[in-house]
């Protein structure tokens, strides 16, 4: 959603700011705005609404603001309308307009995520004679601080705690006072939020690849508490005003991963990349011919120990989530439900001993997932994550964390943390199988070659991706597409259909293909594009047999299955044959074509494919 990147050091901030927005702009946003401060000059703000580029040109790519302390924010609109004045950075001081040029003002800030209570408090403030411009709760959150800092004439650190304590919501914030140059204050609670060094130079930033290529030295400031950032130098201190220590940490990814290189979208590059993100994930979890799951505390004994498994994630996580219920119920035979995540935080949870609660999420930051796991702790539950992103919230609040190696994902439309994911889950289910004595050491060894050679068949179909790029402008038009299947291939459906939706504007539908004739088959009709999925052996007469249903009422029938399932072509209006793999793992196969499909669809359609509209890359508010 938002993005946040903060500057104090020795060059100009404004440029390093606007690099830093920049690589955030993949997180979605509709306006943006920088704050800059020059000694003990008050901070200069400047606004935009729309893209980048226009704060880029209304600074002259930052060189008409001077000043070596900043802060930058990318705005997605949740309180008030997308324009000038409610984009960030907010001042505490009372003003006309936007909020904008040098305002005389105690304190500067901007702000992710949402305050519940924003309300509340600005009536309480505006009893004290505070004035509001905008409609945003983040110049509530500021004006708050101000009338702290003012009221107890304490320091910022103070003055932001006895902030934190009055609002509700979540919150990532940063902040610059007046009385205090060269220096930037910054808190969070449930966003994310991380500070990184380098000589004399401090960074901040709401997401890793903003710093990327300024530092790898980044410390995780954990919820409640606050960062005090001054150049080369950060202090961090508790919700009672004392200092405490945090360990600081190396960020692996490479810089260039953050980076196009070449390729004319970030979701492209990162389909190509997804062989080495199911190579690298596997080979994180899998030590001389062995699964090694000890090192998230997943012993044998705690595998065995499972009575249950619910799985709880959003959108494309989900879908992991559906194809590991198949996954893992055929062959660790555990019971397994799968939850959206919006749905399980808010209902009455009945669960049994042993049951393993696992989220799955790229960001590590997604509120619901999130939610989620914080229910089924507060239930007892034991929980695990498989999260890309690390120190992520969710990664360091479940009880496991098996973190995926898919590097920086920036396009909104996620491709290899979803193959990552997958990974992930083939590691566990193969594992758990072995562990409670439902496959032999053959067997395994099996399942382990058949893992290995994923990442190869993927590049094998990645080299067949023109046929698809035609076929996709062929139906780069259509109303409606469905995507239909079976267990699961069902499961690849709904990722396939997600794909389309949120890439190509095309409306599609994704449906168990034994479900149509319960009412969907009404909307059938002519030329309408229906794309069976047919990796299953097991399901692929019954659903040819749907396929066949649908060609019968008009519909055009395009069939995506593995090589010397030839059969199809009796059916099927179009094929598309990937490689054969064990059944379990098909899900990794058939998706890439799916991919590639919903990704030339939208580039047909002349869309911005990586920042499609409305969507954020890492949703962290309900
Ligand atoms: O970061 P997460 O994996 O928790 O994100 C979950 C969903 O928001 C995400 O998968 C979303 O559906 C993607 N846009 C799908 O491409």
């Avoid at 909020?99 to 209570?117: A, P």
């Avoid at 994902?409 to 997958?422: D, G, M, N, P, Y």
């Avoid at 007469?541 to 009422?553: F, G, H, L, V, Y």
Wanted: hydrophobic share 40%.
């Amino acid at each position: 959603m938002c993005g946040i990147v903060g500057y104090t050091g020795t060059q100009q901030a404004a440029p390093v700011l606007l690099d830093g927005l920049a690589r955030l702009e993949y997180r979605g946003y509709d306006s943006a705005g920088l704050a800059v401060r020059n000694g003990s000059d008050l901070a200069e703000v400047v606004k935009s609404t729309g893209k980048l580029r226009g704060l880029i040109e209304k600074t002259d790519g930052g060189r008409s603001l001077a000043g070596t302390c900043g802060i930058g924010h990318t705005r997605w609109a949740t309180h008030g309308e997308p324009s000038q004045t409610n984009a960030h950075p907010h001042v505490s001081g009372n003003c006309s307009g936007s909020g904008s040029g040098l305002v005389e003002s105690e304190v500067t800030g901007v702000h992710n995520g949402i305050i519940e209570n924003y309300l509340e408090l600005k009536e309480k403030l505006s009893r004290h004679g505070y004035q509001f411009y905008s409609d945003t709760d983040t110049e509530v959150v500021v004006k708050l601080i101000d009338y702290y800092y003012k009221k107890y004439k304490i320091g910022p650190v103070d003055a932001i705690n006895r902030t934190l304590v009055r609002i509700r919501g979540t919150y990532a914030l940063a902040l610059m006072f007046r009385d205090y140059p060269g220096e930037i204050y910054a808190a969070r609670k449930d966003a994310p939020m991380i500070i990184g060094i380098d000589g004399s130079e401090s960074y901040l930033a709401s997401d890793v690849p903003a710093i990327l290529n300024y530092t790898r030295t980044v410390y995780y400031i954990g919820n409640l508490q606050i960062a005090q950032l001054r150049p080369g130098e950060v202090h961090f201190f508790d919700l009672n005003g004392d200092e405490i220590q945090l360990e600081s940490t190396q960020i692996t990814w490479d810089a260039k991963s953050a980076e196009k290189n070449g390729f004319e979208h970030f979701m492209i590059k990162e389909i190509y990349e997804q062989p080495a993100a199911v190579r690298d994930t596997l080979t994180s979890l899998v030590t001389e011919g062995r699964i090694t799951l000890e090192a998230a505390g997943l012993s044998d004994e705690v595998l065995r120990g499972i009575s249950s498994v619910r799985i709880a994630a959003c959108g494309s996580a989900w879908h992991v989530g559906m194809a590991a219920q198949y996954i893992l119920e055929d062959l660790a035979e555990i019971p397994v439900r799968v939850e959206l995540a919006s749905e399980y935080r808010y209902r009455k949870v009945l669960h049994v001993d042993g049951e393993l609660l696992v989220v799955i999420s790229q960001s590590g930051e997604t509120a619901d997932s999130l939610a989620a796991l914080r229910k089924a702790k507060d239930l007892g539950i034991r929980t695990l994550a498989i999260v890309n992103v690390v120190g992520s919230t969710i990664a360091r609040e479940a009880d496991h964390v098996l973190y995926t190696h898919a590097g920086p994902e920036i396009a909104v439309a996620t491709t290899k943390a979803f193959s990552a994911q997958l990974a992930a889950i083939y590691c566990f289910a193969v594992q758990a199988a072995y562990v409670r004595g439902l496959i032999d050491s053959d067997q395994y060894d099996g399942y382990l070659r058949e893992l290995a050679s994923i990442p190869d068949k993927i590049e094998r179909i990645l080299e067949e991706k023109e046929r698809i790029q035609w076929f996709a402008a062929k139906y780069a038009n259509a109303r409606d597409i469905f995507f239909i299947g079976r267990g699961l291939d069902y499961a690849i459906s709904l990722e396939g259909s997600l794909k389309l939706k949120e890439i190509s504007y095309v409306h599609s539908e994704a449906y168990a293909a034994g479900e149509l004739k319960h009412g969907t088959i009404s909307l059938i009709e002519d030329n309408l594009l229906v794309i069976g999925v047919l990796t299953q052996k097991d399901l692929f007469e019954k659903t040819i047999s749907n396929m066949a249903e649908c060609k019968a009422r008009g519909a055009f029938l395009m069939a995506l299955t593995s090589y010397g399932n030839y059969s199809v072509e009796d059916s099927a209006n179009f094929t598309v044959y990937v490689p054969k793999t064990d059944p379990h793992f098909m899900a990794s196969l058939a998706v890439v074509p799916l991919q590639l499909f919903g990704y030339y669809s939208g580039v047909a359609r002349g869309l911005d494919v990586d920042k499609p509209r409305n969507l954020a890359k890492s949703v962290t508010v309900e």
